[in-house]
């Protein structure tokens, strides 16, 4: 009965390919000048239904099947030209067709319309960040606090669809940042510098395995415009201190030449209050009470800049390189109060420890890139990448105790230097060839080589005299080589498509604690297969289906056992015998109007990876650990609703509902529990008329847990308003985040031998007042595409399946 079903599919999908017609043109300006990347999709008459869909390649030319061309016409369409149909279909050859310019001053477009803050394209979530005003002054990390399905925890722990193991790209290259290092650099990231934020929950072969929540990819802004254009953002803000945002941006770019630029300049000085009731047990006994009050004071000033060249060589090759810096100077000036009581609540012993740590952290990256088009329309793509991240911090803890029983005191400092660096070389190829039935072959390999050196050198000083303090330095080398190859294929109908793809990825690792003389070893090679089916009914209902395989490997920073102090009482460390978690995930997703986004996601990870609060055996200290629990199940729904009450009002509402099925167990006790998760986001835009808009945004996250920390509801609101001025070249927008003071997280963790509960007061609640520029020519222009937005394009022409 099988082998009859396919036979038949297979009848039915030769007799359609057979039934065609191939129909050929060029699509050229008014010049007579080709047109690459135009989209030339084919519509039914009767309903102006998808039917099929095409791309030119470099020489302007395309080729398209259709299966009715009587009861059909074309569609043809590209950024800066006006759209045009083509009815006439009794020529198979349709010879040049001529688009017309449809150059219009920025400020006309803007007249006309705005993105909304909330796209769905086909596989993925894209926040248009560029437009939103309720965002002006943010950092990225504060953009992804409010993106659908996104949750950021009091530990800086980032999830996706109720999963943790997201990767973080930068215009489409892995971060490979983690922990403390990931969350400085998202909060140096300031918002003007951003045009969008893609989140792709289940990414294909072409992307790395690695992210087993799927992916957040941040795109930067790149000018777009013939000429010489740029634009100068300067955004003072306040909050509980002084905050500076500035950012300047330039494009230069002729026929074949694109020179562009950014430079961004941050300062704020953050405020932190965390205050925690913490009670040890044995059993359901309480040994002991601790109550912590640390107060934090940390200054930010940092510096990014980027500098890109593309240069077209022919009409068939084209060449980039990219450079781009960052220079980040922390400061944590904090203050730590213990108070111990014995199990009577009589006051036993305080302690007080006050902290100066100057850290700075320095980061550049290099991308040389370069594509060609073959004769028969392949194209061959290459990146050579290179990264090195360095840091260094000069930490002091000055800690006073006072033993109340016996009526003594002590002081204790302690000094610590830490030094080190990673580098990261990576060599990629990507070939697509595209095949005359309309499908697309493409295959890929990809090197990567990574070096991590950290020394953290700790010595207690006692009157002048410093003693090595063993029990917290450490000296750590980790390298990893990954060697990764790949292979899919896309198959393309009138009107569905599927994808199938293989990933093998080997990855070697060595861990090297030089303090303890002690060597961690890894070495295996996976497969990851990718599979997806997208069905469009008609223009109004489409159904995706996918399934895939991901990993997560520890980070770099969660295998280093380095002790971060916090106080006596509170510490952080690494833990260099974590091993990397396997995800089979698996998604269906429906459009409907190509507008509304639902998709239900189901994940099963072995071995995963999550940050655990744990008593240290029997003494009276906390550590904070990444390790590995035995098995997570994760269901998660999300849904897209963008509402337009009237011409006027806008409104965008995400809903993420989750729930993760923790089997394992954690520091010797079990653990065996479902979680719930649920957060809500909503965005409104008013126009309101004499260049005026107003945004409002609201954010829910209700109670929930964080595998065994309870998290109480964090709320957010959020309102801003903009006034475009002088034909639309500046533009004002002032905001205020977090009006009432409520996005901060404050909860429990009760689990085991430990009874914690905390708040940690943020200062998330600041107006900022920003004020843009856009100076050179600022009309809309053909432009050459990188890779990355060609396959996007493609994606458009075959589907239409964005919202």
């Known amino acids: 009965m099988v082998k009859k079903i396919g036979v038949l599919l297979f ?55 259709i299966r009715q061309p009587q009861n059909s016409y074309l569609s043809i369409s590209y950024v800066g030209f006006q759209t045009k149909t083509v009815t006439d279909l009794s020529n198979t050859n349709l010879g040049n067709i001529t688009l017309e310019d449809q150059t219009q001053a920025l400020e006309e477009v803007a007249v006309v319309g705005q993105k909304p803050f909330i796209q769905k394209e086909q596989d993925k979530l894209v926040l248009n960040i560029e437009n939103s005003i309720v965002n002006t002054g943010n950092s990225t990390m504060e953009l992804l606090e409010k993106a659908p399905g996104v949750i950021i925890d009091q530990d800086d722990v980032i999830s996706l669809s109720g999963r943790t193991g997201v990767r973080i790209y930068m215009d489409g290259k892995d971060t490979r940042l983690q922990g ?28 790395e395995a690695q992210g087993n929540a799927g992916i957040i990819n ?41 020179l562009y630029g950014q430079y961004s300049y941050t300062d704020r000085n953050q405020y932190q209050e965390i205050v ?10 309480p040994q002991g009470y601790y109550d912590l009050q640390n107060d934090f004071e940390l200054p930010l000033k940092t510096h990014t800049g980027r500098l890109g060249l593309d240069y077209t060589v022919s009409e068939k090759t084209t060449l980039g390189v990219l450079f781009t810096g960052l220079n980040n100077n922390t400061k944590n000036i904090s203050t730590s109060n213990v108070l111990g009581y014995n199990t009577d609540w009589d006051l036993i012993s ?22 060609h088009n073959f004769g028969n329309k392949s194209v061959l793509n290459f990146n050579f990448d290179h990264a090195r991240y360095s840091n260094w911090s000069d930490q002091k803890f000055v800690s006073n105790f006072d033993f109340f029983e016996s009526n003594t005191t002590a002081q204790d400092i302690l000094l610590g230097d830490v030094d080190g660096f990673l580098n990261l070389t990576g060599i990629t190829v990507d070939y697509e060839l595209p095949l005359k039935n309309g499908d697309r072959f493409e295959a890929g390999w990809k090197n990567t080589w990574v070096k991590s050196d950290n020394d953290l050198a700790y010595v207690n000083e006692n009157n002048g005299v410093t003693t090595p303090n063993t029990n917290l330095s450490n000296h750590f080398i980790y390298d990893e080589d990954i060697y990764a190859g790949y292979v899919s294929y896309n198959i393309n109908r009138e009107k569905w498509n599927a994808q199938v793809g293989l990933r093998a990825e080997n990855t070697s690792v060595i861990g090297n604690q030089i303090t303890t003389n ?4 890894m070495d295996y090679l996976n497969l990851f297969p990718t599979a997806s089916y997208n069905y469009t009914f008609n223009e109004k209902h489409t159904l995706g289906v996918s399934a895939g395989r991901r990993i997560d490997r520890p980070g770099y920073g969660q295998l280093n056992p380095f002790r971060t102090f916090v106080n006596t009482n509170t510490y952080r460390e690494g833990n260099p015998y974590l091993q990397p978690q396997f995800t089979w995930v698996s998604e ?63 409104s965008n509402w995400n809903l993420n509902a989750s729930i993760n099925d923790f089997d394992g167990e954690i520091n010797g006790f079990n653990f065996d529990r479902s979680n719930p998760v649920v957060s809500l986001n909503t965005n409104h835009s008013f126009g309101l008329g004499n260049g005026y808009r107003l945004q409002a945004g609201a954010f829910y996250l209700f109670p929930h847990y964080g595998s065994i920390t309870r998290a109480e509801t964090i709320s957010s609101y959020s309102v801003g308003l903009q006034k475009n001025l002088f034909k639309d070249a500046m533009t004002l927008r002032f905001n205020i985040n977090d009006i009432f003071w409520n996005q901060y997280p404050t ?57």
Do not use: C
């Open 11 to 65: 009848l039915a999908v030769v007799g359609q390919a057979f039934a065609q017609t191939s129909f050929k043109g060029k699509i050229v300006d008014s010049n007579n000048g080709a047109i690459a990347f135009a989209n030339v999709v084919a519509m039914s008459k009767s309903d102006s239904t998808l039917l099929k869909g095409a791309i030119t390649d470099m020489d302007g030319l395309f080729n398209i099947d």
């Open 588 to 650: 269906v997703n429906y459009t409907f109007k190509q507008r509304y986004y639902f998709a239900f996601n189901v994940g099963i990870t072995e071995d995963h990876l999550t940050m655990a609060i744990i008593r240290d055996g029997d003494q009276e200290v906390v550590i904070v650990r990444p390790i590995n629990i035995d098995r997570l199940k994760s269901y998660s729904f999300v849904a897209s609703l963008p509402i337009q009450f009237s011409n006027w009002w806008q």
């Open 180 to 207: 403390e290092q990931l969350a400085n650099l998202l909060r140096s990231l300031p918002s003007s510098n951003i045009e969008k934020i893609e989140i792709i929950t289940n990414p294909s072969v072409r992307y």
């Open 518 to 521: 002690t060597v961690n070893t």
């Open 747 to 803: 909860g429990r963790t009760a689990f085991g031998n430990l009874d914690d509960s905390f708040t940690s007061y943020r200062d998330t609640r600041y107006a900022t007042l920003s004020i843009s520029w856009r100076f050179g020519k600022q009309s809309v222009q053909p432009v050459r595409r990188r890779q990355s937005e060609i396959q996007q394009e493609m994606d458009r022409a075959r589907q239409q399946n964005e919202g």
């Open 218 to 258: 941040i795109v930067t802004k790149k000018g777009k415009l013939y000429g010489t254009n740029g634009s100068l953002t300067l955004s003072p803000g306040y909050g509980r201190y002084f905050r500076w945002n500035s950012a300047m941006d330039f494009n230069h770019r002729t026929e074949k030449l694109n």
């Open 276 to 285: 925690i009731d913490r009670i040890f047990l044995d059993g359901d006994q």
């Open 350 to 371: 305080e302690e007080n420890t006050a902290t100066d740590i100057a850290s700075e952290w320095n980061q550049f990256t290099a991308n040389l890139n370069a594509r």
